[in-house]
């Protein structure tokens, strides 16, 4: 089920960038504002990827130091 949204006080400078933006991607603005919020939402907050990462090492009780860390990184790019 989809719901209606209202967005107040947008600055006409945003406003003009994104209908550009949909413009461009052959779009409506509306449907590329929808679009874009989608796209947000998919994504993982931030502040809950961290969360979750340091509960991971309180949990394990593993902690790797960066420089292995990033001796794999680099193992896996050659």
Known sequence: MSVSMTIRDVPDETR???AARAARAGMSLQEYVRAELV??????????????ARHRVLATGSRLPAEEILRARDADRR
């Open 39 to 52: 796209k947000l939402a998919e994504q993982p907050d931030p502040a809950d990827f961290w969360d979750r």
């Open 16 to 18: 003009g960038e994104l």
